[in-house]
């Protein structure tokens, strides 16, 4: 036996005993197994009768037979990267669902009772997050949930001297958006009575008095479930430049091809649904990946939506925290694995 059969024996035992590790640990996921099984006995039976591949290697139209063993192990390889992926995912999202736990049971945990509530995702918005609260108050709406999603700056300290006046959950590490809204609504599927809840970004560049025309839609078109704002359906007073213009036109056809549903403006965080349909949207992907996510479920489950123009007042503060316009390919990539392969 020369060391490449050596090699091939001792690899054999490992696949083996790894596939009855995922047969133990994953409740016997066949497909798994099998595969793995599938190459044991191929390692094994090309270790102690290499002459089979000769027999083998022609099948498939190949010039060596070595040139099966290669192209068999890349393929392998690629199946095992595509659990170790989700072996991270699935880990992930235990990791966020213990935080989102610990948020909701470490807060006040009051009964909402209230025509709107507001959800305002906090990050690291001590310069203008004053300002963005006192917006909502100063109209006269008085409920307010909001997450400091982990803070490293004087945010956290603003938000509690609001406490008599707003509910505060706090995660203990950063989750972003996705993480965010499903935390706001596993609060408000067990606390609340509201009527309508809308999203509301802490960097002060939503006008809060676009809510109206949410509001007003709501009232007159029962049917309608959720509404979203667009800065293209008609001119708005929204200084969004070229570049990024394009990227959320593209952003639109994706979202078009992809999830089947028309859209004049994509990626929307000033949002307002109506409660009961909040048992119907479930986010389990990450970073802006979300919104791709939540309009898919939109669209999935035929839920009535309907755009609004607003007016959205990008300032350098607002533009700094914006993410990269190449992270888009990110979104896209991330979406389609997790809606068709995951």
């Not at 090699?7 to 133990?24: K, T």
């Not at 800065?231 to 036109?249: A, D, E």
């Not at 028309?262 to 979300?290: A, C, E, G, P, Q």
Request: aromatic share 16%; charged share 25%.
């Amino acid at each position: 036996m020369n060391l490449l059969q050596v090699f091939f024996v001792i690899s054999g035992i490992i696949i083996f005993i790894l596939s009855l590790d995922i047969a133990r640990k994953q409740k016997f996921n066949a497909l798994h197994f099998l595969i793995f099984l599938f190459v044991w006995v191929g390692l094994l039976v090309f270790s102690f009768f290499p002459n089979a591949l000769n027999f083998v290697w022609s099948i498939f139209w190949l010039q060596r037979w070595a040139d099966l063993l290669v192209y068999g192990s890349i393929i392998f390889l690629l199946y095992f990267v595509l659990l170790l992926l989700k072996k991270i995912e699935d880990n992930r999202d235990d990791l966020t669902k213990f935080i989102r736990e610990m948020a909701i049971q470490n807060s006040k945990k009051e009964k909402i009772h209230s025509d709107i509530l507001f959800l305002v995702r906090v990050y690291n918005e001590e310069k203008v997050l004053k300002d963005t609260i006192d917006s909502i108050f100063d109209k006269w709406y008085e409920n307010i949930l909001a997450i400091n999603d982990w803070s490293t700056d004087n945010s956290r300290n603003i938000l509690e001297s609001y406490k008599d006046k707003i509910i505060l959950l706090n995660h203990l590490k950063n989750r972003w958006w996705w993480a965010a809204l499903e935390t706001w609504f596993e609060y408000i599927r067990r606390y609340g009575k509201t009527d309508y809840v809308c999203t509301f970004d802490a960097d002060w560049q939503h006008d809060i008095n676009d809510l109206n025309k949410f509001i007003k839609i709501l009232h007159k078109n029962k049917d309608i479930d959720v509404v979203l704002w667009s800065r293209f359906i008609t001119k708005t007073n929204t200084n969004v430049w070229f570049i990024r213009k394009v990227i959320l036109k593209l952003g639109i056809l994706f979202t078009f091809f992809v999830s089947h549903i028309k859209l004049t403006d994509s990626h929307n965080w000033f949002r307002v649904f109506r409660t009961k349909i909040i048992n119907d949207i479930r986010l389990t992907i990450d970073d802006m990946t979300y919104a791709s996510e939540m309009m898919d479920i939109i669209a999935t489950k035929n839920i009535c939506f309907m755009e609004v123009p607003v007016n959205i007042k990008y300032t350098d503060y607002s533009k700094s925290k914006w993410q990269k316009s190449t992270n888009a390919i990110n979104i896209a990539v991330k979406f389609i694995w997790n809606k068709f392969f995951r």
